[in-house]
């Protein structure tokens, strides 16, 4: 069975920094791009940042400066390093994990955590 587990969320002052964390439980499966997304009350989910097993990044502009996305392939774990954080970077983060086996592709979502910044 796969799971995706998240940590890190929380309450943080504007300026502030937090690290999210998402281990793949992903027993003979590979593992392939990992990705975190955010969705915002009343707003729809989307893509903050995505990196592949190789270590390549790529940002969305409202996060590129501030956040980093880096991983650990021997823990199967992807990790969102947020810093200078912003109000409107409220929301509930979740992290994607596409995942191979047999020649066949799967996408895994995490439960989310949420992050809130107040002003």
């Known amino acids: 069975q796969v799971q995706l587990v998240e940590s890190g969320g929380g309450l943080v002052q504007a300026g502030g920094s937090l690290r999210l964390s998402c281990k793949a439980h992903?027993?003979?499966?590979?593992?392939?791009?990992m990705r975190w997304y955010r969705q915002a009350p009343g707003k729809q989910r989307e893509l903050v940042a995505t990196?592949?097993?190789?270590?390549?990044?790529k940002y969305v502009d409202f996060v590129k400066g501030r956040f980093t996305i880096s991983r650990d392939n021997a823990e199967n774990t992807v990790y969102l390093q947020m810093d200078s954080l912003k109000p409107e970077d409220t929301a509930v983060y979740y992290c994607?994990?596409?995942?191979?086996?047999?020649?066949?592709?799967?996408?895994?979502w995490g439960q989310g955590t949420q992050v809130t910044v107040s002003s």
């Open positions: 994607y994990a596409e995942l191979g086996r047999d020649g066949r592709l799967y996408a895994y």
């Open positions: 990196i592949s097993t190789g270590g390549g990044t």
């Open positions: 992903a027993n003979s499966f590979s593992i392939n791009d």
